[in-house]
């Protein structure tokens, strides 16, 4: 069982830029981040949850929500177990609660339609001035 930690959230303005991180750990022994398709989520006020950027766990496949497209961008750091999404140019429609999700060994073409194992708890980011 793997548990997940989100952080780093929290009111920005547009334009302006977050980092978010997930903190990933496991009781039986650290997980080594390689073997997992990781992704990010968000869900805004009065929608549902969307994926916005995943990679497969081979990191043969990349899926983007078209919004986020070179605004947005996961880094890895498996020594720390921490999962990055950096956040630039932020929009008001970004706003939502962000969760990190990991599923084992997920591969396929289109890796936020993964059936993910694992889930934070979110945190919360707004856009506003």
């Known amino acids: 069982q793997v548990q997940l930690v989100e952080s780093g959230g929290g009111l920005v303005q547009p334009g302006g830029s977050l980092r978010l991180s997930c903190a990933a750990s496991r009781a039986a022994a650290p997980p080594d981040l390689t073997d997992y398709a990781i992704g990010w989520f968000r869900q805004a006020p009065g929608k549902e949850r969307e994926g916005i950027l995943c990679?497969?766990?081979?990191?043969?496949?990349?899926d983007y929500l078209d919004s986020v497209k070179g605004r947005f961008t996961m880094s890895t750091d498996n020594a720390k177990k921490t999962v990055y999404l950096q956040m630039n140019n932020v929009k008001p429609e970004d706003t939502g609660v962000y969760f990190c999700a990991f599923r084992l060994y997920g591969r396929g073409s289109r890796p936020c339609r993964y059936a993910y194992d694992y889930w934070g708890r979110g945190t919360q980011v707004s856009v506003s001035s």
């Open positions: 990679n497969s766990y081979s990191g043969d496949y990349t």
